[in-house]
């Protein structure tokens, strides 16, 4: 909320500074976001005399002025207004002025006539709302001085909290600035001249939904005259944001800002047979509001009506027809209490949130609906002149007295963990208008309300009962009194230590193995990244990755469907991505534009899913590699990332886990992989597993995508205790004390035979001694057939115990050999 | 044959040997010469030979000339086979010489994202403090995110929190890591220390300081005494320790779920509190909003707010990763640009 000083100053003094002011003011939670000089946007604006005004002698709609800024020679000033007369005191802008908006005011020529500045409008100096005349300035203005040192002001931005209803006003932060200082709250004289003719002669107020309307006063007024506000007026709520329409609108306005209170003025001649109801809209009801929309009328929507129709949208906006208008002469106020969950609905129905409904949405005070009918009443009357009906209809005229909320200072005490004693937390509240009454006989203490209300007996415990005042309607349970209490005291003197109390039982990170597995990853060249969870609908239908189902070994989501945002800020992000890989590609496809090819990425993330109608989320790594593995050097040739460099990464998070080498399974699915570069990794043991997918993009995939890479690879594996586990400990094996025997097979085998099958076929087939299988060479060509391949494998026998003899390690290797012979066909070469 | 002519031979031999010792030029030639002189088949064995001719009182006479000869050929070979080694080993470490001021061969360009490593940061804080790490879901149910939070449906605070639907019915995409507070207490029992990081999701238009996913670390404190001093204390030593030595404040703040609620502000880590653009010219910048938990949210938990007590904190992590590196504009960080990964090292 904007708060103009000058203004805030009617109802409070302030002596200190606006920057001390804001401190204070933020301190006891009221958080000033920002001050603004009001006005700093006038430079060499001055105050002039007309000494005398001509008509131009070439354009009939242009004056010719000369005007006394109070020294030196009177200024030549070509002015286009027609309120203008000798004698007036008015802003004039002198060459090299800046007005509002960035607008320079230079020397200029007007039609052959020079023009040495600018007489300005209330509009072009943003003071008043009148964009036609001159801003006519009291003949008391002294000449020569900076506008901005007659109307500057300092205004206030304050973060009114949503449960501070009552500080949305003046007169609320005036309240505050009194709890703050110790100054007393001065409020305005408000009383009404009423007239003989009682308003019931021209109002009739019939509320149909008195849970949705609890309190309606109403207040007529004939006669008025409508026209601009005082300049004074207007200024203020320029200043306090708001813009000036006319003299009976503002004085609505400026009353809600004044009181909090949002009050509606009709036009007295379209509120038929001078009658009022608030009703729910029936169907088929529609209504053309202020702001000209023509708006259906839902059937849980509260109204103003008469008895011919719709004249207002309760608490939000009125209605076209019945708006103030030049031939106002008769007015209806209305000033009401409206039930602030219906407000807030209908707020957001029709997507109409106005100062008026922000503030029904946060409760009203019951009282201000009277104060607030009578000070529009008033400021109408001297602002607008006519003659007020006599008397309020007011449909509750029984106001509710202060609430009681009983407290335990010690309770107080314990939850600030300050020492501050029963007597002092009394002064502190009366500082708030909480007075405290002693309280002799037990009671009930209201420690928790809907949705969960809590009371409890307060024993033998010494309580306190604060008499609430009738505007803050948030202080309901204990807390809030011992809120109310720090607030005053100042949080700051609320004493810091460390908690000295038991700690709780211990328990491993779910963060622990994922931790683990991202410095491997960036130990290992890869960069980590973080991408959306919400990703475009087609994203994933586009690169149709496959579904989990062929993978075992880890929880995987049977094949969920996809969560859809039903609100989404944009089609680009509305569905929640249940793969990461799309998502990794899109970072690949951002640095390419950016001119970065090379990218070694991986993201541990999240994936979701709709399963049995439930949501489910998962967490999975991703890797994508593409470019070159090593880039250009002087000391060493580059290289381009292929499969075997994922798969390397696979074995490292294998190993790093403690799990054996993975198993790699071809998947020759095609789209969207590479058919001939795709494989199933596994890597399982009794609480650990590893197992994805690693594979090449399939080309049509790069291209779909419009990527420069060649290749591209990419892997999802989902690894057991990635959501929360433990890393497994290190289980060491004792050191061989016996020499271990090395022997190099070269299996030849035809090419549809796969790596995999032939070492395991040799393990299988070595028996226990094995203690080691590498692959060291991989050879095609001369002299074996184009169709076969040659695997040069070492193998490591050793035993614990013993050392191996020759004719042992002999005998595993000629099973070896029998085995791959018989099962795959396979030849050794020597 | 006579010790005089045989002595004047091993004396020839010597003199001759340690001549081509002294000249030989490389240690192949100094391996020959030692097989020459002193091999089993050298001259100085050949010399020797005719030591049976000389009278059995000489023999032992020109022994040992002959072994003044030997050691002198020996430790001339050693002498010259040092010198030979130390040349052969000099030329080839010249010959190796490289110019040390290329750059070197590049190892592990790999990098951590701020944001996990954040929350990493925050995590070891607490941690020192006993606090422990819980997660929650992400797609969440509707009661949890708010209702137990005591943010009914029409409350004016639900404005706070933009919320995205799911479609399915009763879930959101939580608006905040705060229903952790509500998860936790109902599978645990006080004392708890609970750290709960995690992404969330709002309604929110992205610009420099916006986004519809952002990421929080909830902090919850439940016991029998856990008071706002308590709090305090705690936000101090995490301020110190994420932000170095600076003032901290601590103010009244507002949020449904605790009471008395808290925003927590540190001397502005641009200008140190002088005032500049980047903390609106107040000094301070907010980095948390916490607060003593409510007791309906106590209740939702399970837990007796007439015996438990304790405090709620949460806040943004790409906040604190902002202040800590300076970095200026949000949208960094879901873009995963590598030239904005790779700075952090």
Not at chain 1, 162 to 188: F, H, K, M, Q, Y
Not at chain 2, 69 to 93: D, M, P
């Amino acid at each position: 909320m904007r708060v103009p000083l000058s203004w805030l100053r009617d109802y409070v003094d302030i002596q200190q500074t606006p920057e001390q002011l804001a401190e204070r003011l933020t301190l006891l939670g009221m958080e000033v976001q920002g001050l603004e000089q009001w006005g700093a946007d006038w430079r060499s604006v001055v105050v002039g005399e007309l000494l005398t005004v001509e008509k131009h002698p070439r354009a009939d709609r242009l004056h010719l002025t000369t005007v006394n800024i109070g020294s030196g020679e009177p200024l030549h000033i070509v002015c286009g207004a027609n309120n203008i007369a000798p004698g007036q005191r008015v802003p004039v802008a002198l060459p090299g002025a800046v007005l509002p908006g960035d607008r320079r005011i230079e020397r200029t020529e007007k039609m052959g006539i020079a023009s040495e500045g600018m007489l300005c409008s209330g509009d072009e100096l943003h003071i008043t709302s009148d964009a036609e005349g001159i801003l006519i300035l009291p003949p008391e203005t002294t000449l020569g001085v900076q506008l901005s040192d007659l109307y500057g002001d300092v205004v206030l931005d304050v973060d009114v909290k949503p449960n501070r209803g009552d500080a949305l006003c003046l007169i609320g932060l005036a309240r505050e600035v009194a709890a703050a200082t110790g100054a007393t709250v001065r409020w305005p004289d408000i009383a009404v001249r009423e007239g003989d003719d009682p308003v019931s002669a021209h109002l009739r107020v019939e509320v149909r939904e008195p849970e949705l309307c609890t309190r309606f006063v109403g207040r007529w007024i004939s006669g008025v005259k409508i026209g601009p506000s005082p300049d004074r007026i207007q200024m203020r709520l320029q200043a306090a944001g708001m813009r000036p329409v006319s003299n009976v609108v503002d004085a609505s306005n400026y009353v809600m800002l004044e009181l909090g209170k949002p009050t509606h003025t009709f036009n007295g001649a379209a509120v038929r047979d001078g009658t009022i109801i608030v009703r729910r809209a029936t169907p088929g009801e529609s209504l053309e509001t202020l702001d000209h929309v023509q708006r259906e009328l839902t059937p849980d929507t509260l109204i103003i009506a008469d008895p011919h129709g719709p004249i207002g949208i309760a608490g939000v906006m009125g209605g076209a027809d019945s708006e103030i208008a030049d031939d106002t002469t008769d007015i209806a106020i209305e000033s009401a209490i409206f039930d602030p969950v219906s407000i807030r609905r209908t707020g957001h129905r029709y997507a109409l949130r106005s100062e008026a409904s922000l503030r029904f949405e946060k409760g009203q005070e019951f009282q201000l609906a009277r104060i607030a009918a009578d000070r529009v009443a008033q400021l109408t009357l001297a602002w607008s002149g006519g003659v007020c009906a006599r008397g309020r209809i007011d449909t509750a005229p029984d106001e509710p007295a202060a609430a009681r909320l009983a407290f335990r200072p010690a309770r107080v005490r314990k939850l600030s963990g300050a020492e501050v004693s029963a007597p002092e937390q009394r002064d502190l509240l009366r500082r708030v208008g909480v007075e405290t009454e002693e309280n002799g006989a037990s009671v009930q203490i209201q420690v928790a309300v809907a949705p969960q209300p809590l009371r409890v007996d307060a024993g033998e415990e010494e309580v306190l009962v604060a008499v609430v005042p009738t505007w803050r309607r948030d202080l309901a349970i204990e807390a809030d009194v011992a809120e109310e209490v720090a607030r005053v005291r100042g949080y700051e003197t609320t004493p810091a230590h460390l908690p000295d109390t038991l700690m709780p039982a211990y328990r491993p990170s779910p963060l622990a193995v994922r931790n683990m597995l991202r410095s491997t990853l960036a130990g290992a060249g890869l960069s980590e990244v973080v991408t959306h969870a919400l990703v475009a609908p087609e994203s994933e239908p586009r690169l149709r990755w496959p579904s989990d189902d062929d993978l075992t070994g880890v929880e995987t989501p049977e094949s969920g469907s996809l969560i859809t945002v039903t609100n989404p800020l944009s089609s680009q992000h509305s569905v929640m991505r249940r793969h990461l890989a799309a998502s990794l590609i899109d970072v690949l496809a951002l640095n390419e534009r950016q001119g970065r090819g090379d990218v070694a990425i991986f993201e541990v993330g999240k994936g979701y899913g709709r399963v049995d109608g439930r949501s489910r989320e998962w967490t999975r790594l991703g890797i994508l590699l593409s470019g070159n593995a090593q880039p250009p050097s002087w000391n060493r040739a580059d290289r381009q990332y292929d499969l075997d460099d994922a798969k390397g990464i696979v074995e490292l998070l294998a190993k790093r886990l403690g799990l054996p080498a993975p198993v790699y399974r071809a998947d020759d699915r095609g789209f969207p992989f590479h058919p001939g570069r795709a494989l199933v990794a596994t890597s399982i043991a009794d609480h650990e597993a590893v197992v994805g997918r690693v594979a090449e993009l399939h080309p049509d995939v790069l291209e779909q995508r419009d990527l420069r890479s060649q290749r591209v690879i990419v892997a999802e594996l989902a690894i057991r205790g990635l959501d929360a586990g433990v890393p497994a400990r290190v289980h060491v094996e004792p050191i061989p004390r016996f020499p271990e025997v090395e022997r190099d097979l070269a299996v030849v085998v035809g090419e549809a035979v796969d790596a995999a099958t032939v070492s395991a076929t040799i393990s299988r087939n070595a028996g226990e001694l094995l203690r080691g299988l590498r692959l060291f060479d991989l050879y095609r060509g001369a002299p074996l057939a184009a169709s076969e391949k040659s695997l040069a494998y070492r193998l490591v026998f050793g035993a614990r115990a013993r050392t191996l003899t020759e004719a042992e390690v002999d005998e595993a290797v000629a099973r070896v050999q029998a085995g791959l012979k018989s099962e795959l066909g396979a030849n050794l070469r020597s | 044959m006579d010790f005089e002519t045989l002595s004047g031979d091993l004396h020839r031999l010597r003199d001759r040997a340690l001549e081509e010792i002294a000249t030989s030029s490389d240690p192949a030639a100094l391996e020959a010469l030692q097989i020459q002189y002193l091999g089993k088949k050298g001259d100085l064995t050949a010399v020797l030979r005719g030591i049976g001719a000389l009278p059995p009182e000489d023999r032992p006479r020109v022994g040992a000339v002959a072994n003044e000869v030997g050691e002198a050929v020996k430790a001339a070979l050693a002498t010259r086979g040092a010198e030979l080694h130390g040349q052969v080993q000099a030329r080839r470490l010249a010959s190796e010489a490289v110019d040390v001021t290329l750059p070197g061969r590049t190892v592990g360009r790999g990098t951590l994202h701020p944001i996990p490593e954040t929350v990493e940061a925050i995590a070891e804080v607490f941690g020192q403090f006993g606090f422990v790490v819980y997660e929650g879901p992400e797609v969440e149910d509707d009661l949890t995110n708010f209702q137990m939070l005591n943010i009914a449906p029409d409350h004016p605070a639900r404005d706070l929190w933009d919320t995205l639907y799911v479609d399915i019915p009763g879930y959101l995409l939580r608006t905040h890591t705060s229903p952790g507070q509500i998860r936790v207490m109902q599978s645990t029992r006080p004392p708890i220390r609970a750290l709960l990081p995690g992404r969330c999701f709002r309604y929110e238009a992205v610009d420099a300081s916006h986004g519809f996913e952002f990421f929080q670390v909830e902090g919850l404190m439940v016991d029998e005494g856990t008071s706002m001093a308590d709090l305090k204390g705690l936000l101090d030593e995490f301020a110190h320790a994420l932000f170095g030595p600076r003032k901290t404040r601590f103010r009244p703040g507002y949020y449904p779920f605790t009471e008395p609620s808290v925003a927590f502000d540190v001397q502005c880590v641009v200008c140190g509190g002088a005032g500049c653009p980047a903390c609106s010219r107040t000094g301070w910048m907010t980095i948390l909003g916490a607060g003593m938990v409510h007791p309906v949210v106590l209740q939702y938990g399970g837990i007796d707010p007439e015996k438990y007590q304790g405090f709620a904190f949460g806040m943004g992590v790409e906040r604190i990763a902002n202040l800590r590196h300076a970095v200026p504009d949000l949208r960094y960080y879901l873009e995963n640009d590598l030239r904005f990964l790779e700075q952090f090292r």
